[in-house]
T-cell receptor, first 111, second 114 residues
């Protein structure tokens, strides 16, 4: 079935540093969604990317969809302690029916 | 607008028992999906219901079942519980179904099997 990888698995940064997580698929994706889950919380939808090479920004967060639509990245500029959590990408399975979540990147921000 | 509500929040059961979890979606949302989240396997799709019909099912044994009512509320049942069923069970609702629908998750039910 559809598999998606995320790197890194963990990332520890000092507050104010930048952070990037990558989501990679072996197959071409129709779209990709990003979610954030805070410790003890539930996943919260952040954004969806659909077009090849698409770039979307939300304040300090920049999301990018690769030209080949096989990968995506989430970049956080000048991290804050409120950015702590696990960031998941989600893609549709091979049948275009259900979302398959990546394993996530856990971000820790040291004050 | 109220979010997705899952009950109960915590549950402790023993092996062999069965359990029913409940999910009330956001008002107006007709699609409800269930996920199992564990540290080892991450977020895994269980099934999706839309208009009282199961549209899709993940790769879980038949012990896991669900249903959806006419008001879009959904229940998930797990029979003959095993230790490996200990997990956070998350329900997510969306307005419709198909490509591009953001999913809104509830706080989950944390199930512990003794």
């Amino acid at each position: 079935g559809q598999q998606v990888m995320q790197i890194p698995q963990y990332q520890h940064v000092q507050e104010g540093e930048d952070f990037t997580t990558y989501c990679n698929s072996s197959t071409t994706l129709s779209n990709i969604q990003w979610y954030k889950q805070r410790p003890g919380g539930h996943p919260v939808f952040l954004i969806q990317l659909v077009k090849s090479g698409e770039v979307k920004k939300q304040k300090r967060l920049t999301f990018q969809f690769g030209e080949a639509k096989k990968n995506s990245s989430l970049h956080i500029t000048a991290t804050q302690t409120t950015d702590v959590g696990t960031y998941f990408c989600a893609v549709l399975d091979n049948y275009g029916q259900n979302f398959v979540f990546g394993p996530g990147t856990r971000l820790s921000v040291l004050p | 607008k109220a979010g997705v509500t899952q009950t109960p929040r915590y549950l402790i059961k023993t092996r062999g028992q069965q359990v029913t979890l409940s999910c009330s979606p956001i008002s107006g949302h007709r699609s409800v999906s269930w996920y199992q989240q564990t540290p080892g396997q991450g977020l895994q799709f269980l099934f999706e219901y839309f208009s009282e019909t199961q549209r899709n099912k993940g790769n879980f044994p038949g012990r896991f079942s669900g249903r959806q009512f006419s008001n879009s509320r959904s229940e998930m049942n797990v029979s003959t519980l095993e230790l490996g069923d200990s997990a956070l069970y998350l329900c997510a609702s969306s307005f419709g179904t198909g490509v591009g629908q953001p999913q809104h998750f509830g706080d989950g039910t944390r199930l512990s099997i003794l």
